[in-house]
């Protein structure tokens, strides 16, 4: 498959602060890549960076092959100058759904969806609610169309914020820790409108904690440590036999306290 | 105290305590809302990046809200007409005047309005693409002004009071309207307790709406949540 989105050697630092220390990160077409990594290990950066929410500090990133910003010199190194009309263009197509949704709490759940195409997709009304009601159908709130976001559920809400990325026809999503902000019980109805969107062939990266997820869901895991990818490879190899210290500390942390496993007439109940 | 009463004054002279409370209303109104454009651009501007732009748009507040609006009045009529080399009307000054103290204000109410948005609003903006200019028009200012809306009245009212000093430079405003009865009656007592009566009416009047106004806007769910 060809590449949809690739890091090269980037860094970020908040003042003295380095957070992405030249990072390598390639993502194929229709590729589900699931990054993992203890706080602070530089996770949401690399996605920030990825759709010039923040702008890199050092290295190159590409979409489908086409480099993003000017080089100011030939060396491989040079500083990178990025033209802020072009970064509006890389974001409308790399889509980002946060951690606390940030809808906008003004505009009905369909506007919020409608926005972003008639803004800056320059879509006509019609165009544009078609296809918002089109997404609201597929994420499961076709009801909720007239909805303001401050009515709805957490879950409700995050799958508002997905349509209005989707809406934006994105070749590549990003998802920032999308349910760590969730009840508990509403974290399976955001995963299952991700998993749908990788059984479509979405170019995915997801930074989150739900390793069940992240089992079944990812081609391919990433271990992030000190802004760097730690480990990498197939999601059984990372989470059930990783090879590397760090990694295997992190997931023992989480395996700490674990349900025992659950017999098929539970797992039987779930829809 | 035996003191006789007379209101005499004010029954014959309705009309010109009316017509000065119109003046008031008008100069109020009318600075009020050609300073919020204004107020608008100027926290643009002390909110921009270009330390030129944000310089400059800072001092220009700081030198409304750090003199006394009596001293601005002055400077607007009585120095400004010098430099300019014109004569400048009494209503003209103090609407000048009160507009760009208005302005002044206003910016810093937008700014802090601004400001108090949730960060968040700016990358779900950005996300999908939006300039600075979309994120603030479509996304950010009708947020913040929905929740500046009670400090805007809040703004006029004083505003109102402010407008007062129109008087010293002889416009015809509730004040002067006032004196003049006052110093042609002899009756003080009876003109300015029933000129501090109207504007009270008037302020307090203008409160509750701002009142009702908030609770409005707490109430509609849209205002809420992050």
């Known amino acids: 498959m060809p590449e949809a989105i690739r890091a090269e050697k980037l860094f970020k630092s908040f003042g003295d602060q380095q957070v992405l220390a030249g990072i390598d990160l390639s993502v194929e077409v229709g590729e589900t890549v699931v990054v993992l990594g203890a706080s602070g290990s530089g996770k949401s950066t690399l996605l920030r960076c990825m759709n010039f929410l923040e702008l890199p500090t050092g290295g190159r990133i590409y979409l489908h092959g086409n480099l993003v910003g000017t080089p100011l010199g030939n060396q491989a190194d040079a500083k990178m100058k990025y033209a802020e009309p072009n970064l509006q263009r890389v974001r409308a197509k790399v889509g980002m759904v946060f951690q606390h949704f940030n809808l906008f709490p003004h505009m009905s759940v369909l506007h919020n969806i409608m926005e972003g195409q008639v803004t800056v997709l320059r879509r006509s009304r019609a165009q544009a609610e078609s296809r918002a009601r089109e997404l609201l159908a597929k994420v499961g709130l076709a009801d909720k169309a007239d909805s303001y976001p401050a009515n709805l559920s957490g879950g409700q809400q995050q799958r508002t914020a997905i349509a209005r990325a989707l809406a934006m026809d994105p070749e590549v999503m990003l998802f920032d820790e999308v349910t760590s902000a969730l009840d508990p019980e509403l974290v399976g109805e955001v995963l299952r409108v991700m998993r749908a969107l990788r059984e479509e062939g979405m170019t995915m990266i997801i930074v989150t904690h739900e390793l069940g997820f992240a089992y079944h869901a990812a081609d391919r895991i990433v271990f992030m440590d000190a802004g760097r990818v730690y480990e990498e490879g197939h999601p059984h190899d990372i989470l059930i036999a990783p090879k590397r210290e760090r990694t295997r500390q992190f997931l023992e942390g989480h395996n700490q306290f674990r349900l025992p496993e659950a017999g098929p007439l539970v797992a039987s109940e779930q829809t | ?226």
Do not use: C, H
């Open chain 2, 1 to 226: 105290m035996d003191y006789s009463w007379n209101f005499d004054i004010i029954s014959r002279s309705w009309d010109l305590l009316l017509l000065g409370l119109a003046n008031s209303v008008y100069l109020t109104a009318a600075s009020f809302v050609l300073g919020l454009p204004l107020g608008l651009a100027l926290a643009l501007a002390r909110l921009s990046r270009r330390k030129a732009l944000s310089g400059l748009a800072g001092w220009y507040v700081d030198f409304f809200r750090a003199t006394p609006s009596l001293v601005q009045l002055y400077w607007f009529y009585f120095a400004l007409p010098q430099i300019l080399n014109v004569q400048i009307e009494p209503g003209t000054a103090a609407l000048l005047t009160l507009t760009l103290l208005s302005s002044a204000f206003v910016a810093e109410i937008f700014r802090g309005g601004i400001a108090s948005l949730d960060k968040g609003q700016w990358d779900g903006a950005r996300a999908i693409g939006m300039s600075y200019a979309q994120a603030m028009r479509r996304v950010i200012l009708p947020q913040a002004i929905k929740r500046m809306i009670p400090i805007f009245l809040e703004r006029a009212i004083e505003l109102f009071k402010t407008s007062t000093i129109a008087s010293v430079i002889s416009f015809p405003e509730l004040l002067f309207a006032a004196q003049d009865l006052a110093a042609r009656s002899y009756r003080s007592l009876e003109v300015y307790s029933v000129v501090a009566l109207i504007f009270m009416v008037t302020l307090i009047s203008l409160s509750q709406i701002t009142r009702r106004l908030e609770l409005r806007l707490a109430r509609s769910g849209e205002t809420t949540t992050s």
